[in-house]
């Protein structure tokens, strides 16, 4: 991964503005969308260095004109370690289920019309 580059939004329609001029601004990828607690979205992405910063410049402004709480923070890691690209990549899990808990999925009905 050579750069990583994330905006945090307060809710979701600038989370989808930011994402759509990021983007659109540059030749970069977007690894994910993340829902946090309290109405924060953070929108993630990748590619090369200069790419990256132009992409969030341009998903912080757009993000910005939406409303002055809108954009919470922006921030671009040049060069992340190769852990933290896997993370996020592959998040690691924050419970682990034991199989116990998956045995009692089959005993859930799903509710449909009546």
Do not use: C, W
Request: glycine share 8%; hydrophobic share 45%.
């Amino acid at each position: 991964m050579e750069a990583l580059g994330m905006i945090e939004t307060y809710g979701l329609v600038p989370a989808i503005e930011a994402a759509d001029a990021m983007l659109k601004a540059a030749e970069v990828k977007l690894l994910e969308r993340t829902f946090v607690k309290g109405g924060l979205v953070t929108v993630t992405v990748t590619g090369d260095v200069a790419a990256v910063k132009a992409s969030v410049d341009a998903g912080a402004a757009a993000a910005a004109r939406l409303g002055e709480r809108s954009l919470v923070t922006q921030h671009v890691i040049p060069r992340p370690h190769v852990e933290v690209g896997e993370t996020i990549v592959n998040p690691i899990p924050l419970i682990e289920r034991s199989e116990h808990e998956h045995e009692d999925d089959d005993d859930v009905e799903e509710a449909g019309p009546r």
